[in-house]
C-alpha cells in the first residue's frame, strides 16, 4: 500500500485530491502539509482539517508549511484565483468547524521525517506551488533518494498556461522552488495542464453525490457545482471543470492511467518566459532520465475509477 503526502493550498480541486486517496483502498494518507495558493496557508490548513472530519477521517494530521514563495516577503490570493475557488477556497460552501489544530511539527520536518520512515512507499503529491518540497530537499538532500517519488500537478509543456502562454498557476507562485525541485534529480512526474484538461467534470456527476443524501455528498456536489460554474466564465470551451489535482492523486496510485514523456525538465526564472516548465537543454542528452510529463491519460478509466472511489467515501461519510 502506498504512503501518501498531499501538499495543498486546500481549494476545491484539492478537496477531491483528498476525498479521491482516502476513498482508495489501496492508499494511506499519511499526512496533509499545508501550503498556499488558492487561499494563505491558514486558510487552506483549516479547510484540510474541516474537510478531512467531513470525510470521516480526523486521524490524517495537517502541518502548516511555508507561507509563501522563496523570493517572496508575503503571499496574496489573486482575484482570478479567488474567482474559481471563492474566497475560501471551497466556493462558499459552509464546513463543520474543525475540532483539532494542526499539528505542531512544520510540514517541511514531516516531509523530511517521512521520508526516512517509508522510503521508497511514500509518494509525495504537491498540488500547489513547490516551496515545501524544495524546503524539504533543502533541508535534507537524502530526501530525494529515499522517496518513491513527487508526482505533481502543476506546468504545461505541450499547451499553453493558464496565467499567460506558457506559465502555469502553481509553477508561477514560486518558479525558483519548480526550477530547484525540477533540477534536483529526484524522481517526479508533471501532471500539468496537457492532461488535467482532457479530465472534466460535469453538473451530471455532481448530481449523483447530491442524491447520495449524506452531508459530505452534498457539500462536495455544491464546492464542485461553484468549481464548475467558474469554469463556464474562465474556459466555456471545455464543457466542465479540470480535475486537476485529483488526476495527480490517481496517478500517484496508478501511473498506468497517463503516458509519459521521459524529459529533464527545467523552469524559466528570468526574462519574459519566466514561469515556463521546458525541457532542460543541459540534461536533455542525459541517460538518465529522472522526470517524466504526463501527455496522455486514458480519461474513461480514470474518471471511472474517480465517481467510484470518491461516491464511495461520500456515501459511507455522514
Known amino acids: 500500500m502506498k504512503k501518501i503526502i498531499l501538499d495543498l493550498d486546500t481549494g476545491i480541486d484539492d478537496a477531491l485530491a483528498i476525498a479521491y486517496v482516502l476513498g482508495s483502498p489501496d492508499a494511506e494518507l499519511v499526512g496533509i502539509t499545508g501550503t498556499y495558493g488558492n487561499v494563505l496557508l491558514e486558510q487552506g490548513v483549516r479547510n484540510s482539517l474541516a474537510l478531512t472530519e467531513l470525510l ?38 459552509e464546513l463543520p ?24 512507499d511514500l509518494v509525495l503529491v504537491p498540488t500547489g506551488p513547490l516551496t515545501n518540497v524544495a524546503a ?14 513527487v508526482v505533481l500537478m502543476g506546468g504545461a509543456l505541450t499547451q499553453p498556461g493558464n496565467v499567460n502562454a506558457w506559465t502555469e498557476a502553481n509553477i508561477g507562485q514560486d518558479p525558483e522552488a ?21 479530465t472534466l467534470l460535469t453538473y451530471d456527476e455532481t448530481r449523483q453525490w447530491r442524491q447520495l443524501g449524506t452531508r459530505a455528498g452534498e457539500a462536495y456536489a455544491d464546492m464542485t457545482d461553484f468549481y464548475i460554474k467558474a469554469y463556464e466564465t474562465t ?41 515556463r516548465t521546458i525541457g ?31 461516491g464511495s467515501l461520500l456515501a459511507k461519510a455522514r
Open 56 to 93: 470521516g477521517h480526523p486521524e490524517v494530521p495537517v502541518f502548516r508549511g511555508e507561507p509563501h514563495a522563496q523570493a517572496a516577503e508575503g503571499f496574496r490570493v489573486s482575484a482570478a484565483t479567488a474567482l474559481i475557488h471563492g474566497p475560501d477556497g471551497v466556493g462558499g460552501v
Open 178 to 198: 519548480a526550477n530547484e525541485v525540477f533540477r534536483s534529480g529526484v524522481r517526479a512526474t508533471m501532471v500539468g495542464l496537457d492532461v488535467t484538461h482532457q
Open 97 to 120: 468547524a474543525p475540532r483539532r489544530t494542526a499539528e505542531e511539527v512544520p510540514a517541511v520536518d514531516f516531509i523530511v521525517r517521512a521520508a526516512h520512515e517509508y522510503g521508497a
Open 235 to 275: 474556459a466555456p470551451h471545455l464543457g466542465g471543470c479540470g480535475l486537476h489535482d485529483p488526476l495527480a492523486a490517481a496517478v500517484a496510485l496508478d501511473p498506468t492511467l497517463v503516458e509519459c514523456l521521459p524529459i529533464n525538465m527545467k523552469v524559466e526564472i528570468e526574462g519574459a518566459t519566466r514561469g
Open 280 to 310: 532542460d537543454e543541459r540534461r536533455l542528452n542525459d541517460p538518465e532520465k529522472t522526470m517524466e510529463v504526463a501527455v496522455r491519460v486514458d480519461v474513461e478509466r480514470f474518471l471511472a475509477e474517480f465517481m467510484s472511489r470518491i
Open 136 to 149: 524539504a530537499l533543502h533541508k535534507d538532500p537524502e530526501v530525494k533518494d529515499l522517496i518513491g517519488r
